[in-house]
């Protein structure tokens, strides 16, 4: 880890933490006391980890465990790993969600989990954000998770988009890759019913890497003047060889009284609480 005190015009000698440890997709957040947490990821995707520092960066303690992952592999040879997203409350709550498949039979399906800290270093039992039900067989993966950083404890606003496919087992050729947004006015009490943002899109549309086509590692999720705003990746059908693949945002509203968890009756809500507000012209 480097820190800048000059708006990144310089960079300190990096440091690394006390146990050495190794890692993938690093976020670091900053408390109201100034200490440091970093959430990552195992280098080998299969661990949640995170270390402290108390003093701006100066030298960093050894990395703990979160959680262990558990993850299923996405269908179509969709380019994707468990790697998490963070982000914290105006109390220093961290947030850290992924993709995981402990609470599925067989491990059948992803959902999207989160665990919580107060300080960095002790940290929730994994819970499940219910945006379907167990054993729906939708599978949700590469989450972005917002915090209205004004609020906080049992007031946290928080907002959650992440891609899914309605079927985990579908095929390359069969698969329609959409994105979904939930959000929570209580610190994850209570979600509301999920809401398409976008797709499906066919997996043939995407571009081609070493790994697997891909859509995108991560999305973000910001909130800005009390509204959520996801940034993810929409394809459309490519002309010839030329791909048609753009970055898309929405505006959406966390709406307190409209906290409803979701139910395999009522699945997608009709946007009660929300504004999607996608255009063409909003790519960037």
């Given at each position: 880890?480097?820190?800048?005190?000059?708006?990144?015009?310089?960079?300190?000698?990096?440091a690394?933490?006390?146990?050495?440890?190794?890692?993938?997709?690093?976020?670091?957040?900053?408390?109201?006391?100034?200490?440091?947490?970093?959430?990552?990821?195992?280098?080998?995707?299969?661990?949640?980890?995170a270390?402290?520092?108390?003093?701006?960066?100066?030298s960093?303690?050894?990395?703990?465990?979160v959680?262990?992952?558990s993850?299923h592999?996405?269908?179509?040879?969709?380019?994707?790993?468990?790697?998490?997203?963070?982000?914290?409350?105006?109390?220093?709550?961290?947030?850290?969600?992924?993709?995981?498949?402990?609470?599925?039979?067989?491990?059948s399906?992803?959902?999207?989990?989160?665990?919580?800290?107060?300080?960095?270093?002790?940290?929730?039992?994994?819970?499940?954000?219910p945006?379907?039900?167990v054993?729906?067989?939708?599978?949700?993966?590469?989450?972005?998770?917002?915090?209205?950083?004004?609020?906080?404890?049992?007031?946290?606003?928080?907002?959650?988009?992440?891609?899914?496919?309605?079927?985990?087992?579908?095929?390359a050729?069969?698969?329609?890759?959409q994105?979904?947004?939930?959000?929570?006015?209580?610190g994850?009490?209570?979600w509301?019913?999920?809401?398409?943002?976008?797709?499906?899109?066919s997996?043939?549309?995407?571009?081609g890497?070493?790994?697997?086509?891909?859509v995108?590692?991560?999305?973000?999720t910001?909130?800005?003047?009390?509204t959520?705003?996801?940034?993810?990746?929409?394809?459309?059908?490519?002309?010839?060889?030329?791909?048609?693949?753009?970055?898309?945002?929405?505006?959406?509203?966390?709406?307190?009284?409209?906290?409803?968890?979701?139910?395999?009756?009522?699945?997608?809500?009709?946007?009660t609480?929300v504004?999607?507000?996608?255009?063409?012209?909003?790519?960037?």
């Amino acid at each position: 880890m480097s820190t800048s005190t000059d708006g990144g015009a310089t960079w300190s000698v990096p440091a690394t933490t006390a146990n050495q440890a190794t890692g993938l997709g690093a976020q670091p957040l900053v408390r109201p006391d100034g200490t440091v947490v970093v959430p990552l990821d195992s280098a080998s995707e299969t661990a949640v980890g995170a270390f402290v520092s108390t003093n701006g960066g100066a030298s960093w303690g050894a990395a703990s465990l979160v959680a262990t992952i558990s993850s299923h592999g996405v269908a179509g040879g969709l380019r994707t790993g468990p790697l998490i997203s963070a982000e914290m409350d105006a109390a220093g709550r961290v947030y850290v969600v992924w993709q995981d498949c402990r609470f599925e039979a067989s491990c059948s399906a992803n959902d999207i989990v989160m665990s919580t800290s107060n300080d960095g270093v002790t940290w929730s039992a994994v819970t499940r954000i219910p945006i379907d039900p167990v054993g729906s067989g939708v599978d949700h993966f590469i989450p972005g998770i917002g915090v209205e950083r004004m609020t906080s404890g049992a007031g946290a606003r928080l907002a959650l988009a992440y891609y899914f496919y309605p079927v985990a087992g579908c095929t390359a050729s069969t698969c329609g890759l959409q994105v979904g947004f939930v959000s929570s006015p209580d610190g994850g009490a209570n979600w509301t019913r999920p809401l398409q943002l976008a797709g499906p899109m066919s997996l043939s549309w995407l571009p081609g890497t070493s790994q697997g086509v891909m859509v995108g590692d991560y999305i973000s999720t910001s909130f800005a003047n009390g509204t959520a705003h996801p940034v993810f990746a929409v394809a459309r059908p490519p002309s010839g060889s030329v791909l048609d693949e753009a970055i898309f945002t929405a505006s959406l509203d966390v709406v307190p009284g409209a906290a409803v968890v979701a139910t395999a009756a009522d699945p997608v809500l009709s946007g009660t609480n929300v504004a999607p507000e996608i255009a063409p012209d909003a790519t960037s």
